[in-house]
């Protein structure tokens, strides 16, 4: 199973910018979807961007133009660029890994503990 470790978050006003690091390791089978996914208190879980072995990139409509994920292979590490970060960015952000990418979902997920974003207006 893989490991992820999280950073990256803090405090940030509106129209800043934030970058999330997660460090993974472990088989690399288990990191050929990754992803960032987000929850803030009192809403579910949401997907934010996913990224597959192969390149292909996804994100949710609300972030697109403004986040970029990206993976660093020889480090193993996963990316999110946040820019023009709004207040309701605000949230805990969570580093997802598994075997596969369905949809808005990661296959076989292991999770990070977490990385606090706050965005002041």
């Known amino acids: 199973q893989v490991q992820l470790v999280e950073s990256g978050g803090g405090s940030v006003q509106a129209g800043g910018s934030l970058r999330l690091s997660c460090a993974a390791s472990?088989?690399?089978?288990?990191?050929?979807?990754m992803a960032w996914f987000r929850q803030a208190p009192g809403k579910e879980r949401e997907g934010v961007a996913f990224r597959d072995s192969g390149g292909y990139v996804n994100y949710a409509d609300s972030v697109k133009g403004r986040f970029t994920i990206s993976k660093d292979s020889a480090k193993n590490t996963l990316y999110l660029q946040m820019n023009s970060l709004k207040p309701e960015d605000s949230a805990m952000y969570y580093c997802a890994a598994g075997r596969y990418c369905v949809g808005r979902t990661v296959g076989d997920a292991s999770w990070g503990q977490g990385t606090q974003v706050t965005v002041s207006s």
């Open positions: 472990g088989p690399t089978y288990s990191t050929f979807c």
